[in-house]
């Protein structure tokens, strides 16, 4: 397969996570998913921005989120995320820990 095919199609691929994230499970938490998986939207986003801003493209937090949520990152929360329990803050900060270092 050729470069310009394979960038293609992980192009494709990262649409369609994208896709099912932001349409077909919005029941899934964002903190769910850091704990289980060790990844959420907003790391997706941050892995967007840290993308850009290899490319020379300036982008801060609150524009690679809104890139990514297809909307404003509050927006966003006031729709679609519930309150979490003290267990998944429990377990998040154990994930986070192990998955989310400083990018500075």
Not at 36 to 51: D, H, I, M, Q, V
Not at 52 to 69: H, S
Request: glycine share 4%.
């Amino acid at each position: 397969m050729d470069t310009q095919t394979e960038i293609e199609l992980q192009a494709a691929a990262f649409r369609r996570l994208q896709k099912h994230l932001m349409e077909d499970r919005l029941d899934v938490q964002n903190i769910d998913l850091m704990n289980l998986a060790g990844f959420c939207r907003n790391c997706l986003s941050r892995w967007y921005k840290e993308a850009a801003l290899e490319k020379g493209i300036e982008m801060d937090d609150a524009q690679a989120r809104e890139t990514f949520y297809g909307m404003p990152y509050a927006e966003w929360k006031a729709r679609h995320q519930t309150e979490t329990s003290a267990e998944q803050k429990a377990a998040f900060g154990t994930s986070f820990a192990e998955n989310v270092t400083d990018r500075s």
